[in-house]
Antibody, heavy 117, light 113 residues
Framework: EVQLVQSGAEVKKPGESLKISCKGS????????IGWVRQMPGKGLEWMGI????????RYSPSFQGQVTISADKSISTAYLQWSSLKASDTAMYYC??????????WGQGTLVTVSS | DIVMTQTPLSLSVTPGQPASISCKSS???????????LYWYLQKPGQPPQLLIY???NRFSGVPDRFSGSGSGTDFTLKISRVEAEDVGVYYC??????????FGPGTKVDIK
């Protein structure tokens, strides 16, 4: 069974750093892209970027380039999304999702990030 | 980036009745490989999105056959032949023709009358 299990909810202050994770299981982690999607409170879905754990090829949507860093550790089948300095506007639910040519098929359960002073 | 639009933005449906959602893209989603990378997702309240349809018209594993997708180029449609109570939520179309510039439509909220 394909599963993507994300790390738990986080509450942070503006200016703090954060790294959230997404662990894949039930498939070959290095053979599929893993993407990250933001959903701000009460809003729609936005693609942030994507990584291919097999060779760490990483690409960012223009709106998120320079704002976050996506990485992966294939030895533990885990992808990461990190911020160096959080802002209140980063408050959102963040989902990871598996992507292959033709389908973004399996999604993690989401990680709620709250940034508040 | 490719802009995705959906109509209607909300829909109230009587159980057992059909429903239809339209999705339009600002550019053709037909890739040079001959495939069209248009998907439909349902996000139920408090849950992550779940894939319903991929490449315009292919139902994902476990998706009931009351869901169907059609279209080509820039115009696409999701149809539910007979809406059930469990179908409530927000439906999104998404394109993935330009890695990593994938974009979603604004969503169509479906509820039951």
């Amino acid at each position: 069974e394909v599963q993507l299990v994300q790390s738990g909810a986080e509450v942070k202050k503006p200016g703090e750093s954060l790294k959230i994770s997404c662990k894949g299981s039930g498939y070959s982690f290095t053979s599929y892209w893993i993407g990250w999607v933001r959903q701000m409170p009460g809003k729609g879905l936005e693609w942030m970027g994507i990584i291919y754990p097999g060779d760490s090829d990483t690409r960012y949507s223009p709106s998120f380039q320079g704002q976050v860093t996506i990485s992966a550790d294939k030895s533990i089948s885990t992808a990461y999304l990190q911020w160096s300095s959080l802002k209140a506007s980063d408050t959102a639910m963040y989902y990871c999702a598996r992507h292959r040519v033709g389908a973004t098929d399996y999604w993690g359960q989401g990680t709620l990030v709250t940034v508040s002073s | 980036d490719i802009v995705m639009t959906q109509t209607p933005l909300s829909l109230s449906v009587t159980p057992g009745q059909p429903a239809s959602i339209s999705c339009k893209s600002s550019q053709s989603l037909l890739h040079s490989d001959g495939k069209t990378y248009l998907y439909w997702y349902l996000q139920k309240p408090g849950q992550p999105p779940q894939l319903l349809i991929y490449e315009v018209s292919n139902r994902f594993s476990g998706v009931p056959d009351r869901f169907s997708g059609s279209g080509s180029g820039t115009d696409f449609t999701l149809k539910i032949s007979r809406v059930e109570a469990e179908d409530v939520g927000v439906y999104y179309c998404m394109q993935s023709i330009q890695l990593p510039r994938f974009t979603f439509g604004p969503g169509t909220k479906v509820d039951i009358k």
